[in-house]
C-alpha cells in the first residue's frame, strides 16, 4: 500500500480523513460546524488618495467568454500567541480595510467598474466607486473547523453574496470579508472578477495588500496593467488549430456532460510524496513533473470509473502560466489573465487501456505547443470569432493551484493556516474542475463523482499507485 511519507500529515488530517481504498488518504464526509455569523451592512472602500479617471481596455485573453465570472478564496489566520505584542491589540477588519483601500491607489482599476464595449468586447472605466467590504464576526474558533482543506464547510458564508454584487459588468470588481473569530484569529474571505486577473495576478494583489498592512509605503513588485501588449494583431489570423475552443454540437454535448445532480460525491485525495513517486516511476524517463503524473491519474482513473463508451473523444484541458512563454516575456507584475488552456485528446479505449506513460505525454504535447505564436493565434481567434468559450462538453479541466500561494500573505499575523478556494469542484466553470493544492507534504485534489463511480475511481486509483 502506497502512504503517506510524513506522519505528520497522518496525525493532522487523522481527526478528518482516513486511507480509502486506493490507499491514499480520503478526506471523510465532514459534519459542517455550527456557527452563527454576524455581518455589518456592506460598505464601498476607495482608495485613499484620488487615482486617475479613464478607461482601460482589457486584453482578448481577460475578456474571453469563459473567464466571465468571479472567483472566491479564503485565507484563514491564526490569534498571535504572543499577548504581549502591540499588534495583537489591533482589529483585523480595521487592519484590512485600511490596507485596502492603500493598495487600491495602485491597483486603481479595480475600484472602477467594468463596462461592455463595441465587438462583445470589455473595458474598465476607472471611476474610483471603490470595492465592497464586509464586516463580521462568528462565534467559533479557528479549531473547531479542523482540517482546512478544500471544501471548507459552509465556506461561502465567509464570502458574503451582497445583493446584486455578482454582474460581470457594471458591479464591484472586488468583494472583501473580514470575519473575526472566537479564538482571536480571523478569515478574509475575497472574490475577484476573473476578467481582471488570473491566479498569479490576484495573489499579487492580496500580497501587496497585506504589505501595505505591514507598513509599507508601495507594493514591493509594483504592479503593471500594459494590456496592450496582448492586444490582437493588426490583421489577425488563426495559424494553428485550436481545439481547446472547439465545441461539441447540443446533442453531443447532451452525451458528453454528466448530469450536475448525478455528480453529488465530492471528496478530497491527499497525495503524498510516496504516493508521487510511485506514480513517476511508471513513467518512462525521468523529466515527468508531478502536475503530468497526477493529472495523467487522474484523467486516466476517472475516464475509466465513469465507464465511458470507447470510441468517445475526450479532452483534458488545463490553465498555463504564459507569463514566460510570450516573446518577449511579460513585465514583472503584469497581474491581468497570462493563461493558455492547453489541450491533451484521446479516445476512451486509448487512455483507458494504455499506461500511465500514454497520457503523461499527451499533456506534456499540449504543453509544448503553447509558444508565442500560438499565443498570438489563440488572441487573434478571439478577435474573429467573438470571445468564444473554451470547451466544456467532454472535457476534464484541471486547475493546478500548488504553485499559487495565497496563503503567504502576511497582514501582521503570519503567513495563513490555509489559503485557497473556499469550494472543492467549481461547478460554474465545469463539472470537472480539480483544483490542485499543495498540503502538508503532498497535494490535496478533490474530486466530484456519482456514488457508484467513486467507489470505482478509489479503487483504480489504488491499482494505479501500487502497480
Not at 472602477?112 to 462583445?120: H, M, Q
Amino acid at each position: 500500500m502506497a502512504v503517506l511519507s510524513s506522519t505528520t500529515v497522518r496525525q493532522a488530517a487523522g481527526r478528518l480523513a482516513a486511507y480509502s481504498s486506493s490507499g491514499v488518504l480520503c478526506a471523510l464526509p465532514r459534519t459542517p460546524p455550527n456557527f452563527t455569523i454576524t455581518r455589518q451592512p456592506p460598505l464601498f472602500v476607495a482608495p485613499d488618495r484620488p487615482t486617475p479617471r479613464q478607461s482601460l481596455d482589457l486584453s482578448n485573453i481577460d475578456d474571453q467568454r469563459g473567464l466571465r465570472y468571479h472567483i472566491p478564496k479564503l485565507l484563514f489566520y491564526r490569534s498571535d500567541s504572543d499577548s504581549s505584542k502591540k499588534k495583537n491589540e489591533k482589529d483585523p477588519v480595521k487592519v484590512v480595510k485600511e490596507a485596502l483601500a492603500k493598495v487600491l491607489v495602485h491597483y486603481y482599476p479595480f475600484a472602477g467598474r467594468l463596462r461592455n464595449a463595441d465587438n462583445g468586447k470589455l473595458t474598465v472605466e476607472c471611476t474610483g466607486e471603490g470595492v465592497l467590504f464586509v464586516e463580521a464576526d462568528a462565534d467559533i474558533s479557528l479549531e473547531d473547523f479542523g482540517d482546512l482543506y478544500p471544501p471548507i464547510p459552509r465556506g461561502d458564508e465567509f464570502i458574503n453574496n451582497v445583493p446584486g454584487s455578482e454582474n460581470i459588468t457594471d458591479s464591484p470588481l472586488l468583494l472583501v470579508q473580514v470575519t473575526r473569530l472566537r479564538c482571536g484569529g480571523f478569515v478574509l474571505g475575497l472574490r475577484s472578477n476573473h476578467c481582471m486577473s488570473d491566479g498569479v495576478g490576484i495573489a499579487q494583489f492580496i500580497k501587496a495588500m497585506a504589505e501595505m498592512a505591514r507598513g509599507a509605503a508601495s507594493p514591493v513588485v509594483p504592479p503593471v496593467w500594459n494590456r496592450e501588449i496582448l492586444r490582437p494583431r493588426e490583421k489577425p489570423i488563426v495559424e494553428f488549430p485550436h481545439p481547446e475552443y472547439d465545441q461539441p454540437t447540443p446533442d453531443e454535448y447532451k452525451q458528453l456532460m454528466a448530469p450536475q445532480e448525478e455528480m453529488s460525491i465530492n471528496k478530497s485525495f491527499f497525495f503524498g510524496l510516496r504516493d508521487i513517486d510511485a506514480l513517476k516511476r511508471q513513467v518512462e524517463g525521468s523529466n515527468c513533473t508531478t502536475f503530468e503524473a497526477l493529472s495523467a491519474c487522474l484523467w486516466q482513473s476517472r475516464t475509466e470509473a465513469l465507464k465511458l463508451p470507447a470510441d468517445q473523444d475526450l479532452k483534458m484541458l488545463f490553465a498555463l502560466n504564459a507569463r514566460s512563454r510570450f516573446q518577449p516575456p511579460l513585465p514583472a507584475g503584469y497581474y491581468g489573465n497570462a493563461i493558455s488552456f492547453a489541450c491533451a485528446e484521446a479516445k476512451v479505449g486509448d487512455l483507458t487501456h494504455q499506461p500511465l506513460s500514454f497520457a503523461v505525454n499527451l499533456i506534456n504535447e499540449a504543453k509544448r505547443r503553447i509558444d508565442d505564436k500560438y499565443l498570438r493565434s489563440a488572441i487573434d481567434l478571439m478577435e474573429v470569432k467573438g470571445r468564444p468559450h473554451f470547451a466544456v462538453g467532454g472535457s476534464y479541466i484541471i486547475t493546478d493551484l500548488s504553485k499559487v500561494e495565497y496563503g503567504k500573505a502576511d497582514f501582521g499575523w503570519g503567513k495563513a493556516v490555509y489559503g485557497g478556494f473556499a469550494s472543492g469542484v467549481t461547478f460554474g466553470v465545469s463539472n470537472f474542475s480539480v483544483p490542485l493544492m499543495k498540503h502538508f507534504q503532498g497535494i490535496v485534489a478533490p474530486v466530484c463523482l456519482p456514488p457508484v463511480a467513486m467507489e470505482k475511481f478509489e479503487e483504480i486509483i489504488g491499482r494505479r499507485i501500487n502497480y
